[in-house]
C-alpha cells in the first residue's frame, strides 16, 4: 500500500494566490466580454436542445457578467508523471450580474447574482524548451461545482422553481461535458502543440462495491402518497445510482421491502483523480414516482485511505438522517503489459474490467472538397462502442482541410470484449456521411511497443487522420 498511499498523501500543502486574484481582476473586464461571448455562444443552443416546450425559446436579451471578479485559494502545485504542471485551487464566484432572459410565451426574467464554487484542476503540459514552455492548458473542475443562480421578475415569483432548476441543469450539464473530470477544456498555447503528448490519461480505476444500508425508512412524502401507505404498508423498495465525476451514472438492482437492503454489488468506475467524488444517490422504487431516500458522499482518497472500507451517512436535503451504507473498493493502477491485459480471470464476471482501450483523434490532413461545404468529423467504432468528435465547420482564418480535433475516447475492456475482440475503426465523415475509413486489428495494438499504435492512417482519397490507439491492463495498486 505504500506506493499507492504516497500518492495519496503527496502535497506540497496548499498556498494563497494573491497574486493570481490581482491578475484576475485586472484582466476580469477581458474575461467579461469573452464568457459573455462563450455563454452565448454555447448556452443559448443548449436551451432549444435541451428544454421542454417554451422554455425551449429561452435567449440572451442582455448578458453581463458583471464587475466582481472570481477568486481563487488553496493552491496546491504538483509535477505530474507526464511532463507537465497541475495547479489544483478553489473557485468561488459571487458575481453580481446583469442578465435577461426572454422567450415565447415566457415572461422576461433575469439573473442578478450568480454563485459559483468548486474545486478547479489546471493542467500544464507538455513542458518544452520553446517559448511559451508550454504545449496547452487544460483546465477541469474535480468534480461537478456548486451552481445557485439568483432571478429577477417572473421567475422570482411563480417560475422560480421551474426557471431556476432548468436553466441550472442545462448550465451544469455543459460545464460537466466541457470541463468536469474526465472532461477538460483544452486551450492551446503553442499552435504546434502535439495533442498525444497533451492527453493525461486516467490514473486508474476504482472498483466499488455498494454493501448495505441501515435504518432506512424513506423520505417524507406527499399526502397522497402517505394516504396510499396508508392502504399498502410501504416498505422500501432501494436502489443506489452511482457516480464518479462526470463518468456514466451505474446503478444497483431494486431490494424490495427492506429497511436494511443488501446488495453487494460492484462496478468499476475510471479515475482521473484521486480527490474525484463517489457519490451514492438512494432511491425508493415506487409505482406512483421514485422518492429521494438521500446521498452518501465520499472522495477516491477518502475511501482508499479508510483501508477500503466505509461507513457513509446518508443525508436528504441537505439534512442528515439516521440511514447509513457501506461501502468497500480496491484501486486498480493501469499498466502497458499485454500479459496482464489478457490472462485468464477465472473469477471475473462477463462484463468485469480488465483494462482500458484508449482512441486519441489529434486531425486529419488533406480533405477534399469546397470549403464551404465540409463539415468533417471522425468516427471512432470498437464493437458496440461507438464514439464522434465534435464536427468542424469553415470560418476565416481556420484550415478546414486540414482540421485538429484533440479528442481523447476511453473504453472500458470486459472480458466479453476480449473473448473475441473487434477491430478498431476510425472512419472518415462529412456531415453525416462516412467519406473513408481504416481498421486497425486488436492483435496490432497488442503487440505495438507499449501498447500503443500511433501514426496517420490512410483513410482513403489522400485523407489522413491522425489517431493514437492504446490499451492498458488492471493491476491491483499496493
Known amino acids: 500500500m505504500a506506493g499507492l498511499l504516497n500518492k495519496l498523501t503527496a502535497s506540497g500543502g496548499t498556498e494563497s494566490a494573491d497574486f493570481l486574484n490581482d491578475i484576475v481582476e485586472q484582466l476580469w473586464p477581458n474575461i467579461n466580454v469573452a464568457g459573455c461571448r462563450m455563454v452565448k455562444d454555447i448556452v443559448e443552443p443548449m436551451f432549444s436542445a435541451m428544454l421542454p416546450g417554451p422554455l425551449a425559446t429561452l435567449r440572451f436579451a442582455k448578458l453581463d457578467l458583471g464587475p466582481v471578479p472570481l477568486r481563487i485559494s488553496e493552491v496546491d502545485v504538483h509535477k505530474t508523471d507526464h511532463n507537465g504542471i497541475k495547479l489544483d485551487m478553489d473557485v468561488i464566484w459571487e458575481g453580481k450580474s446583469d442578465i435577461d432572459i426572454v422567450g415565447n410565451m415566457v415572461p422576461k426574467f433575469g439573473i442578478e447574482h450568480i454563485h459559483l464554487k468548486g474545486r478547479l484542476s489546471i493542467l500544464l503540459a507538455p513542458l518544452t524548451n520553446v517559448i511559451p514552455l508550454i504545449g496547452a492548458a487544460q483546465v477541469a473542475f474535480i468534480n461537478p461545482p456548486e451552481l445557485k443562480l439568483d432571478f429577477t421578475n417572473a421567475a422570482n415569483i411563480a417560475d422560480c422553481f421551474l426557471v431556476d432548476k432548468a ?21 492551446k498555447l ?37 394516504f396510499l401507505d396508508k392502504i399498502i404498508k410501504d416498505i422500501p423498495d432501494c ?63 477518502d475511501i482508499l485511505l479508510g483501508g477500503g472500507s466505509q461507513e457513509l451517512d446518508i443525508v436528504h436535503d441537505g439534512v442528515p438522517t439516521d440511514a447509513k451504507i457501506t461501502v468497500h473498493a480496491k484501486f486498480f493502477n493501469f499498466v502497458d503489459d499485454a500479459g ?48 464522434r468528435t465534435a464536427a468542424k465547420s469553415y470560418s476565416p482564418g481556420t484550415d478546414i482541410f486540414n482540421p485538429s480535433f484533440d479528442q481523447a ?46 501514426e496517420s492512417f490512410d483513410v482513403g482519397s489522400g485523407a489522413t487522420v491522425r489517431a493514437s490507439v492504446s490499451l492498458r491492463g488492471l493491476r491491483l495498486a499496493h
Request: overall charge negative; hydrophobic content about 40%.
Open 167 to 187: 436553466v441550472r441543469k442545462v448550465i451544469l450539464n455543459i460545464i460537466s461535458s466541457m470541463a468536469v473530470l474526465p472532461n477538460r477544456y483544452l486551450v
Open 190 to 226: 503553442d499552435s504546434n502543440n502535439d495533442y498525444f503528448k497533451t492527453y493525461l490519461p486516467h490514473i486508474g480505476a476504482l472498483r466499488l462495491t455498494i454493501g448495505r444500508a441501515v435504518n432506512i425508512n424513506g423520505p417524507k412524502k406527499s399526502g397522497a402518497k402517505r
Open 239 to 301: 436502489y443506489c445510482k452511482v457516480r464518479v465525476g462526470a463518468g456514466e451514472e451505474w446503478r444497483t438492482s431494486t431490494k424490495k421491502n427492506d429497511h436494511n437492503p443488501e446488495w453487494n454489488e460492484t462496478h468499476d468506475f475510471l479515475v482521473a483523480d484521486h480527490d474525484q467524488q463517489v457519490i451514492i444517490d438512494v432511491q425508493d422504487d415506487d409505482l406512483v414516482g421514485d422518492d429521494d431516500v438521500g446521498i452518501a458522499t465520499t472522495t477516491v482518497k
Open 340 to 387: 496482464v491485459l489478457t490472462s485468464t480471470h477465472s473469477d471475473a464476471d462477463e462484463g468485469q474490467v480488465v483494462g482500458l482501450a484508449t482512441v486519441l483523434i489529434a486531425s486529419a490532413l488533406g480533405l477534399q472538397g469546397q470549403r464551404d461545404e465540409l463539415n468533417p468529423s471522425i468516427k471512432v467504432t470498437w464493437g458496440a462502442k461507438e464514439f
Open 409 to 454: 475516447f476511453q473504453i472500458p475492456v470486459t472480458v466479453d470484449l476480449l473473448a473475441n475482440p473487434s477491430n478498431f475503426k476510425i472512419a472518415l465523415l462529412n456531415k453525416n456521411n462516412e467519406t473513408g475509413f481504416v481498421e486497425i486489428p486488436f492483435l496490432d495494438v497488442l503487440n505495438a511497443p507499449s501498447l500503443i499504435k500511433e
